[in-house]
Structures are given as structure tokens and as C-alpha cells.
């Protein structure tokens, strides 16, 4: 598995962001189908989403397999999308913000879809 880059989206991330935000709903939520074109899907991410909130995306090599939109207070923060590209292969461990150090985090992989 190659090894994989977290970093801050750009506009320039819209057609990434937008394919790993739509394969993942339609892969693991097609029970609740999107009630919006996926032209207007990319004009939010474009327009709102990525401009309006901490979006983070992951990257393997030069393609987008994930993203994050982070919302906070002066008080808090929440992760409010987080997707998956539902194709991606995602390694187990992560860096705490606060070292350098990798950090073995718990992982799963989607075994039954939820219909």
C-alpha cells in the first residue's frame, strides 16, 4: 500500500472531494438517495464547503480517497461530513496533532451494508 498525505483542501480539490463525497453515498447510504444533482453537489462543495469549513482531505499519490469537513466553537469541534472513497485501501494508523509519532488507531472494514 502506498503511503498516504493528509492535508487542507483547496478549490482545486472540488472534483476530487466531489467523487469520493458521491461513490461513498452511493456505496454505503443507497437508502438514502442524494436529493440533489451532482452538479449542484459540486457547486456547494465548491461554493460552500470548502470555503465555509476546515475541509481536510486524503491523499494517495495524486488521488483524493478521503475527506473531512471539521466545524468549531470557541469551545468545541466536531467532524460534521467525513467520507471514505468506498474502493480505497486505508492504512491503521494516524498522527496525533500533538507528535510526530504515528498512532495506532482501531479500523474495520465494511463487511455488511445496511440496506
Not at 499519490?61 to 466553537?73: F, H, S
Not at 460534521?80 to 482501531?106: F, I, M, W
Amino acid at each position: 500500500m502506498n503511503s498516504v498525505r493528509f492535508r487542507s483542501a483547496t478549490l482545486s480539490d472540488t472534483e476530487g472531494v466531489a467523487k469520493v463525497y458521491l461513490s461513498s453515498r452511493k456505496a454505503f447510504v443507497p437508502f438514502a438517495p442524494i436529493a440533489h444533482s451532482e452538479a449542484a453537489v459540486y457547486e456547494w462543495i465548491r461554493n460552500i464547503l470548502i470555503p465555509g469549513n476546515q475541509v481536510k482531505v486524503v491523499e494517495r499519490g495524486n488521488e483524493i480517497i478521503g475527506m473531512m469537513a471539521l466545524a468549531t466553537t470557541e469551545e468545541t469541534g466536531w467532524i460534521e461530513q467525513l467520507y471514505l472513497h468506498p474502493d480505497g485501501e486505508y492504512p491503521t494508523y494516524a498522527k496525533s496533532r500533538n507528535s510526530e509519532q504515528p498512532v495506532e488507531v482501531c479500523t474495520a472494514q465494511v463487511q455488511h451494508r445496511i440496506h
